[in-house]
């Protein structure tokens, strides 16, 4: 089945500090890959997309680069600011599982001044 | 386009009462989700809808739990005779395509006291 691993956290930084978060995953058919966001209290936003190997999703500074080779999904943003302290999820839709997304646990991350 | 709307965005209900969530999605998305999420997970699927016909449910779906779409339009996730282990979040999400990522609401957080 599918399944999608995720750097367990929290993760703390400064601002201005470079922000990685591991994903990888396990699917049966050709996914898309996905990160959303969730702030406090909130529901998940879509940060960013690729739908095939070697496409880069970014948004508001944020990166990922679908890498089928090594079937990853890593999150990267070069400066982080305090409005990204958030909890983090990597996702996957499967064609073979008729494009239900599938999760990570998610990782909190905190930005201190 | 107004976002995925649902309602209420709390509850609190005692053990055994029935409960009734809302979801209204986006008007021209024809795939509705629910998703249920509890603290320091990833949302779980639960099931989800292609216009009013109802596709698949998670075996974690116990038979107290039943979801509609009346029209193809706004859909309810009703949770018969609750229990604590109810407690979580419940998301909605629609989507027109597939693989192009869902939109979220807002959640209803559910507390089975």
């Known amino acids: 089945g599918d399944s999608v691993t995720q750097m367990e956290g929290p993760v703390t930084l400064s601002e201005e500090a470079f922000l990685t978060i591991n994903c990888t995953y396990t699917?049966?058919?050709?996914?898309?890959l996905f990160w959303y966001v969730q702030y406090p209290g909130e529901g998940l936003q879509l940060l960013l997309k690729a739908t095939k190997a070697d496409d880069k999703g970014s948004n508001k500074g944020f990166e990922a680069t679908y890498r089928k080779e090594t079937t990853s999904f890593h999150l990267e943003k070069g400066s982080v600011q305090v409005s990204d302290s958030a909890v983090y999820f990597c996702?996957?839709?499967?064609?073979?599982?008729?494009?239900?997304?599938?999760f990570g646990a998610g990782t909190t991350v905190t930005v201190r001044a | 386009d107004t976002g995925v709307s649902q309602n209420p965005r709390h509850k609190i209900t005692k053990r055994g009462q029935n409960v009734t969530f809302r979801c209204d999605p986006i008007?021209?998305?024809?795939?509705l989700y629910w998703y249920r999420q509890t603290l320091g997970q990833g949302p779980e699927f639960l099931t989800y809808?292609?216009?009013?016909?109802?596709?698949?449910k998670s075996r974690l779906l116990s038979d107290r739990f039943s979801a509609e779409r009346p029209k193809g339009s706004f859909s309810t996730l009703e949770i018969q005779r609750t229990e604590q282990g109810d407690s979580a979040m419940y998301l909605c999400a629609s989507t027109k395509q597939e693989n192009y990522g869902y939109t979220f609401g807002s959640g209803t957080r559910l507390t089975v006291v």
């Open positions: 008007s021209e998305h024809n795939r």
């Open positions: 699917a049966t058919g050709y996914p898309s």
């Open positions: 809808f292609q216009n009013e016909a109802q596709l698949e």
């Open positions: 996702a996957l839709s499967d064609p073979n599982n008729d494009y239900k997304l599938s």
